[in-house]
């Protein structure tokens, strides 16, 4: 595993509680980073908090509901009253449902734009805020989807793809705007990723279809050309490089990691 020295460094981490979250989290801890586990259930922010705490690195739990601006803004100024600055930041807090555009209520559609299009703009906006005041730039790190280049087709993802889309646009948006700050903004696009998002997604469509339980993972999963389905670690392998000083040149770019479903 490559090493991406992140010591003395500060970062942030929604959604940090499972998942890919926690994969990154950790991930920063071992190269060094301070972080802040924020996620909207306390109790897993803590377990992670704890992970962390037993490998002698420093972290910080706090629940945040990304939807909610103050809780935001709030975040980012417990993570500098705790740690003194903020340097990275990723933004993983998401969610999905399993739903035919036909079936899509404003409910469903609301929910999913909320937490994944709404949560980044406002968790970005307070984190490049506290950039621009310490004036010396900073990484934001957004976690888009394969789904945000590509429509799932046979998944009834479609709100959750739209959001994506949205998650893509608004970082190569934020990555022009903010570079004058030197504040590098990338995302990355993952695929199948064995979570608890996925293993929600297979169960709600094979209850649609009626196959067996896993067996909508494992066919979506026989598609991936690298021949394995996703880990959480693969994600969190390439969230360093961009949070690192060998990605000083990177910039507005929606990262691939989908082990080639996704070839651009």
Known sequence: MPNYDLTGQVAIVTGGGSGIGRAVVLRFAREGCKVTVADINAENAAAVVAEVEAM?????????????????????????????????????AGIARVAPLLETDEAIWDAIMNVNAKGILFSAQAAARQM?????????????????????????????SASKHAVVGLTRQMGLEWAQHSILVNCVCPGIVDTPMWDLIDR?????????????????????????????????????????????????????????????
């Open 204 to 264: 709600e469509v094979a209850q649609r279809e009626g196959v067996p339980l896993g067996s909508v993972k494992a066919q979506v999963a026989s598609t991936i050309p690298i021949g394995r389905i996703e880990q959480p670690e693969d994600v969190a392998n390439m969230v360093a490089f961009l949070a690192s000083a060998d990605a000083a040149y990177v910039t507005a770019q929606a990262v691939d990691v989908s082990g080639g479903r996704i070839p651009y």
């Open 132 to 160: 621009i005041a310490q004036g010396n730039g900073g990484r934001i790190i957004n976690n888009a989807s394969a789904a945000g280049k590509m429509a799932p087709g046979r998944m009834p993802l479609g709100a959750y």
């Open 56 to 92: 002698d690195g420093e972290a910080l739990a706090l629940r945040v509901d990304v939807t909610r601006k103050a809780d935001c803004d709030n975040m980012v100024r417990e993570t500098v009253n705790r740690f003194g600055q903020l340097n990275i930041q990723f933004n993983n």
